[in-house]
């Protein structure tokens, strides 16, 4: 199923959401084959905080990418993306949404920070970008050990949460890592291809950056 996605400053982003049994067969996990609130809030950030190229030139990595509509939107803003998902069938769509959008050739690589995110260069981007990443608080500390080597000095990962996780305790967790962290709110029209029966959603956007970097 394609759903459109119109965004201010790079216009209408098709996105595939997929029920292929043949995709969903390759996945430990069907919840990437989707866009869900988070990504479409930090999508718009995005697009607010960095304008139509903003991003021109700078590395971007997606980080957990799904389907891929957040690195697709950077991508538009004229950066150089890196999309990373532990999901076969994630990339697989990805790579079709890139193509689908202008977007590419797409960069993928299987895996996570544990798993295959070793394969990322250090000290390598400007810019790392999730939806949907931090729900799970054991995966903090290897998010931000992942962040520490990937993030280049002067670097910055915004990450987005629909109000799932602790705000306390999430920045805690990463001032811990060495990150500073600030927070931005944001609400989002959910299901944005409805013209009723809408929700506003409240997002949670994460701008973290690191601490020795932002003492400068």
Same mark, same amino acid.
């Given at each position: 199923?394609?759903?459109?996605?119109?965004?201010?400053?790079?216009?209408?982003?098709?996105?595939?959401?997929?029920?292929?049994?043949?995709?969903?067969?390759?996945?430990?996990?069907?919840?990437?084959?989707?866009?869900?609130?988070?990504?479409?809030?930090?999508?718009?950030?995005?697009?607010?905080?960095?304008?139509?190229?903003?991003?021109?030139?700078?590395?971007?990595?997606?980080?957990?990418?799904?389907?891929?509509?957040?690195?697709?939107?950077?991508?538009?803003?004229?950066?150089?993306?890196?999309?990373? &998902?532990?999901?076969?069938? !994630?990339?697989?769509?990805? /790579?079709?949404?890139? %193509? +689908?959008? $202008?977007?590419?050739?797409?960069? *993928?690589?299987?895996?996570?920070?544990?798993?295959?995110?070793?394969?990322?260069?250090?000290?390598?981007?400007?810019?790392?970008?999730?939806?949907?990443?931090?729900?799970?608080?054991?995966?903090?500390?290897?998010?931000?050990?992942?962040?520490?080597?990937?993030?280049?000095?002067?670097?910055?990962?915004?990450?987005? &949460?629909?109000?799932?996780? !602790?705000?306390?305790?999430? /920045?805690?967790?990463? %001032? +811990?890592? $060495?990150?500073?962290?600030?927070? *931005?709110?944001?609400?989002?029209?959910?299901?944005?291809?409805?013209?009723?029966?809408?929700?506003?959603?409240?997002?949670?956007?994460?701008?973290?950056?690191?601490?020795?970097?932002?003492?400068?």
């Amino acid at each position: 199923m394609l759903r459109e996605f119109a965004l201010d400053a790079v216009g209408t982003v098709s996105i595939e959401e997929t029920s292929s049994k043949h995709l969903l067969k390759l996945s430990t996990r069907t919840y990437w084959q989707r866009v869900w609130p988070a990504g479409l809030g930090l999508s718009a950030y995005i697009v607010e905080r960095f304008g139509p190229d903003g991003l021109r030139g700078r590395r971007v990595l997606d980080l957990g990418c799904g389907v891929g509509l957040v690195g697709i939107v950077c991508g538009r803003l004229g950066a150089d993306v890196t999309f990373l &998902d532990r999901e076969a069938g !994630a990339l697989a769509v990805v /790579r079709r949404n890139c %193509r +689908r959008n $202008g977007v590419g050739p797409a960069q *993928t690589i299987g895996g996570d920070w544990n798993h295959g995110g070793n394969r990322l260069a250090p000290d390598a981007y400007d810019l790392v970008v999730g939806g949907d990443v931090v729900y799970d608080d054991v995966e903090w500390p290897g998010i931000g050990t992942g962040l520490m080597r990937t993030l280049r000095a002067g670097g910055r990962a915004l990450l987005a &949460d629909p109000g799932w996780v !602790a705000d306390d305790k999430l /920045r805690t967790a990463f %001032r +811990r890592t $060495g990150f500073a962290v600030d927070r *931005t709110v944001l609400h989002v029209q959910w299901p944005p291809w409805r013209t009723t029966h809408q929700k506003r959603k409240a997002i949670n956007i994460y701008s973290l950056r690191r601490a020795d970097a932002a003492s400068h």
